[in-house]
């Protein structure tokens, strides 16, 4: 992954991995990162929005070998159901990995539901394609 990039920053502070995992909901992020890139959602650990703004929040791109492929606020925000009405949650967590993995995002349903994802085995490779 050569960046990623939210409300119009980059937050690439050296080699970046991306971990394209089915079995994570969400985004998760180097915490420092993360920390950033939320801070402005307010303080705790869970991030909650008004569901009416979705259309004002930023959008949030990582690119791979020169093609950004953008998550806009619907994507990365979680719509929950909490009795009669509906929560949005923030969905980037951040989450430190062991050190020898070095800086990684795990990109999970929340890009994977954007973003047709081909796992090529055999070449070793994944490819990507705008889902809706």
Do not use: W
């Not at 920053?9 to 950033?36: F, L, N, Q």
């Not at 430190?96 to 890009?111: C, H, T, V, W, Y």
């Amino acid at each position: 992954m050569s960046d990623v990039v939210f409300n119009g920053t980059s937050y690439r502070t050296g080699p970046m991995s991306a971990i394209i995992d089915t079995g994570t909901s969400v985004i998760a992020g180097p915490k420092a990162v993360i920390d950033k890139m939320t801070a402005a959602f307010g303080p705790g650990k869970e991030k909650q929005v008004d569901c009416a703004t979705l259309d004002k929040l930023p959008d949030l791109t990582f690119s791979f070998g020169g093609d950004a492929y953008v998550l806009k606020p619907v994507d990365y925000i979680l719509q929950v159901a909490e009795g009669s009405k509906t929560v949005c949650i923030v969905g980037l967590i951040g989450l430190d990995l062991p050190p020898q993995l070095g800086e990684a995002f795990i990109l999970g349903d929340s890009f994977i539901k954007t973003y047709y994802t081909h796992f090529d085995v055999a070449n070793s490779q994944v490819g990507f394609a705008r889902a809706k």
